[in-house]
């Protein structure tokens, strides 16, 4: 396992349309994490699982996404109803609980055009 | 809530000289990391170099090295020797010290230019 892995790396999709991402995690991590990068600006936190619980969540999580992690391994994100302003990078990271230098490791991001 | 911000959205360094980022942050907390991350065209963001809060030793990996200040809530980036290689994105990041979930707090970015 050489690193966090994200699936697809690009979509395009039409406004109204649901989307789905994966995100493969490097073996051992514990924790992951799904951030939203807009063009020319940082990442911006969308929510953190610890193995399988959805522990934390941002306000710019609305109700056309949901996020889950069903055995505490790879992750999903969908969006439902797609708008223009989805249009992103979603980038995941994961993390061990309890490794003292509490580093995040980055996927390569799945960028997202809504036409 | 914490903020993070980075002043310079584009800089520009010649080959083997040294450069300077700037990074201030807004906290009320009194432990946490802070972060640089470089995110190259096209590829995905590496960590550079991390500040715990309650070192007052400046960290350092080879030729990236910061200048924290804790009382002023700055973290600047220096970048000794340039190479064409460093040219990215990089991005400053707060992360509060906590049991519960560590999820980084971004500056807007500064956009690093290395020309040969």
């Known amino acids: ?115 | 809530a914490q903020t993070v911000t980075q002043s310079q959205p584009e800089m520009s360094v010649q080959e083997a000289e040294t450069v300077t980022l700037s990074c201030t942050y807004d906290t009320s907390e009194n432990n946490y990391y802070l972060f640089w991350y470089k995110q190259p065209p096209s590829r995905q963001m590496i960590l550079v170099i991390r500040q715990e809060a309650y070192k007052q030793q400046n960290a350092t990996e080879n030729r990236f090295s910061v200048n924290f200040q804790k009382a002023a809530k700055s973290f600047s980036l220096k970048i000794s020797d340039s190479q064409l290689g460093d040219t990215a994105m990089y991005f400053c990041a707060f992360m509060k010290h906590s049991n519960a979930g560590n999820m980084l707090t971004f500056g807007g970015g500064t956009r690093l230019m290395v020309k040969p």
């Open chain 1, 1 to 115: 396992d050489t690193g966090v892995s994200q699936d697809p790396r690009h979509k395009i999709t039409k406004r109204g349309q649901n989307v789905t991402f994966r995100c493969d995690p490097i073996s051992e991590h514990n924790r992951l994490y799904w951030y939203r990068q807009t063009l020319g600006q940082g990442p911006e936190f969308l929510t953190y699982f610890q193995n399988e619980a959805q522990l934390e969540k941002s306000r710019l999580l609305s109700d056309r996404f949901s996020a889950e992690r069903p055995k505490g391994s790879f992750s999903t994100l969908e969006i439902q109803r797609t708008e223009q302003g989805d249009s992103a990078m979603y980038l995941c990271a994961s993390s061990l609980e309890g490794r003292g230098n509490n580093e995040q490791y980055f996927g390569p991001g799945t960028r997202l055009t809504v036409t």
